[in-house]
């Protein structure tokens, strides 16, 4: 998926300001560079005047940011390092940790997007790239999992 959309899905999901979502990606790196007036050029469609590319490391650290906002900080461990590309999986793997979720909640999301999953598929977009059974989540599987995660956040009026 294209990172302005996922940005934008998130946004929606949890009903962030411009302003919210900056504050975010900097609990992941104080020092990170990224105004409110990027955000919003995020945000517009690629059509539009002003529209920029959401890259890798602005989508790693909003993710990354998402976390902490979340679940906190634990002062013991030192900062992680960003993933330096995003894929689908990574977006999952994050959001899934993020929410806290189980395979249930997991399982339960796609079934209210209207795209069930078996369990040996799920597992399978957890899996490390190098093992036998790994599989990339594509477009449409992320896409459904936002969907259903949104009905879950914000209620069947999403």
Do not use: W
């Amino acid at each position: 998926m294209i990172n302005n959309d996922i940005l934008r899905s998130i946004r929606y999901m949890l009903d962030l300001s411009d302003a919210r979502v900056v504050e975010i990606i900097r609990l992941a790196d104080p020092a990170f560079p990224i105004e409110k007036t990027d955000i919003q050029a995020f945000l517009k469609r690629d059509e539009d005047d002003g529209y920029l590319e959401c890259n890798d490391a602005v989508l790693a650290h909003f993710l990354d940011g998402l976390i902490v906002h979340h679940r906190g900080r634990d002062d013991r461990l030192p900062l992680r390092s960003v993933e330096k590309r995003v894929t689908n999986n990574v977006v999952l793997k994050k959001l899934r940790v993020t929410f806290e979720l189980k395979d249930v909640d997991m399982h339960q999301a796609f079934a209210d997007a209207g795209f069930p999953i078996s369990k040996p598929e799920l597992s399978a977009l957890f899996r490390q790239p190098d093992h036998k059974n790994f599989r990339p989540c594509g477009d449409q599987l992320l896409r459904n999992f936002l969907k259903g995660l949104t009905l879950r956040m914000r209620g069947a009026s999403a």
